[in-house]
C-alpha cells in the first residue's frame, strides 16, 4: 500500500489534483448557475467543442515540454493556418482537401526549420520559436492583413456537421426531445489526443522524449540520438500544430491577423495545469486535456455570470497557474530533500 502511495506522490498526484480542480469547478457551476441550464450534458460537450483545436496544440506543446523546450510560436501558427487555409479556398478557389494538405506541410516545414535550429544548432528553443512567432504572424499579414470569411461549400459543411448523442435527451418548450451534440472537431481532437497519449507511454520515442526531457546527458549515456529526438519531437509538434490550427478554423470559418492571439500561453497554461513539469521529463496529455477543460469551465462561469469581463478568465487562469507551478515547486524541493 505504502509502495502504491509512493508511486502516486511521485508520478501521478499533479494529475490527480488537476482532475479533482475540474470535477470541484464544474461542480460549483452546477450548484451556482443550476438554474440557468449549467447542468445540462450540452454545457458540458460546449467545453470540448469550443476548445477542441486547442487541446491538439495543448498534446503537442505537453510533448515539447516533456522533452525540455518549449514553443511560443502555435498561436501565430494557428493564425497562418487559418489565413493560408482563407486565402486559398476564396482566392486561388483550390478545393477544402488541397488547402488542409497544404496547410499540413507548411506544419511540417516550419516544425523542422525550429527543430534543425534548435537540435542541430543548440540555440534556445524560447528564442528560436520566438523567431517563429513573430514569422508566421508577420506571413499571416502579408497574406491579407483584412478578414477573410471561408464560403467554401466542403468546408462548411465540415463545420456545420452536428453528431447527435442519443443520451440524455431534454424536453424544451414545444415538447420536442432535444439530444446533445459534437462536432466532428472533437472527435479529430481525442483521437489525436488518444495516439498521443499510446505514443508517449508505450513506444520506444515517447520513452526517449522522457528520457530527454529528464537527464539529456544521462539519455546521451544511455545511447540515445538526443539531437534526433528533439528534431523528431518539433517536427510532430508542427503537424499537430497545422491539425489544431485546422480545428481552430473550422470553429471560426474565417482567417485574419490577430486571430489566436495568446493562444500559445493557453496551451503552456493547460499544460502546466494538468502536472507537466516546464523543467522537462514529466507530463501526461490527458492531464493537459483535463487543464484545458478547467479554462473552458472558468470562460463557461463568466459566461453564465452575465456581468463579468472576459479578462476575468484569463485572471483566475494566472492565479490556478501560479498555484501549479508553486506546487511543483514544493514537490520538487521535498524530493531533492527526501535524497
Known amino acids: 500500500m505504502k509502495n502504491k502511495l509512493k508511486n502516486i506522490d511521485n508520478k501521478t498526484f499533479l494529475l490527480y489534483m488537476t482532475i479533482v480542480l475540474f470535477i470541484i469547478m464544474y ?19 460546449n467545453l470540448f467543442i469550443s476548445n477542441a483545436g486547442l487541446i491538439v496544440i495543448a498534446t503537442g506543446m505537453t510533448m515539447v515540454i516533456i522533452s525540455g523546450g518549449i514553443d511560443i ?17 476564396e482566392k486561388t478557389k483550390i478545393n477544402a482537401l488541397s488547402a488542409i494538405v497544404i496547410v499540413i506541410i507548411i506544419g511540417l516545414i516550419f516544425g523542422l526549420v525550429q527543430g534543425i535550429l534548435i537540435s542541430y544548432l543548440n540555440i534556445q528553443p524560447f528564442i528560436v520559436t520566438l523567431a517563429g512567432m513573430f514569422f508566421a504572424r508577420g506571413m499571416t499579414a ?35 426531445v432535444v439530444y446533445p451534440y459534437i462536432y466532428p472537431t472533437v472527435i479529430v481532437a481525442l483521437i489525436i489526443l488518444v495516439l498521443m497519449f499510446i505514443m508517449l507511454k508505450y513506444t520506444k520515442f515517447g ?16 545511447g540515445l540520438n538526443v539531437k534526433k529526438i528533439k528534431l523528431q519531437v518539433y517536427i510532430l509538434n508542427g503537424l499537430l500544430c497545422s491539425i489544431g490550427g485546422f480545428l481552430f478554423c473550422l470553429n471560426t470559418c474565417a482567417g485574419f491577423v490577430e486571430q489566436a492571439k495568446g493562444f500559445e500561453m493557453e496551451a503552456i497554461a493547460g499544460a502546466v495545469i494538468g502536472g507537466t513539469l516546464l523543467t522537462g521529463g514529466v507530463g501526461n496529455v490527458f492531464g493537459s486535456l483535463f487543464g484545458v477543460l478547467i479554462k473552458g469551465t472558468i470562460e463557461a462561469f463568466v459566461s453564465f455570470q452575465g456581468t463579468l469581463s472576459s479578462w476575468w478568465t484569463k485572471i483566475i487562469i494566472a492565479a490556478i497557474l501560479a498555484f501549479f507551478i508553486i506546487l511543483q515547486s514544493i514537490l520538487a524541493m521535498s524530493k531533492r530533500g527526501k535524497k
Open 27 to 45: 461542480g460549483i457551476g452546477v450548484i451556482m448557475f443550476g438554474n440557468k441550464g449549467f447542468q445540462k450534458p450540452q454545457v458540458f460537450l
Open 73 to 89: 510560436s502555435v498561436g501565430s501558427f494557428v493564425a497562418l493556418t487559418c489565413m493560408v487555409l482563407a486565402y486559398l479556398m
Open 142 to 176: 502579408i497574406i491579407s492583413q483584412e478578414m477573410i470569411s471561408i464560403t467554401n461549400e466542403t468546408f462548411l459543411s465540415w463545420a456545420n456537421k452536428k453528431i447527435t448523442i442519443p443520451l440524455f435527451g431534454i424536453v424544451n418548450k414545444k415538447g420536442a
Open 207 to 222: 520513452r526517449s522524449v522522457y528520457a530527454v526531457g529528464g537527464n539529456e546527458q544521462s539519455a546521451l549515456l544511455l
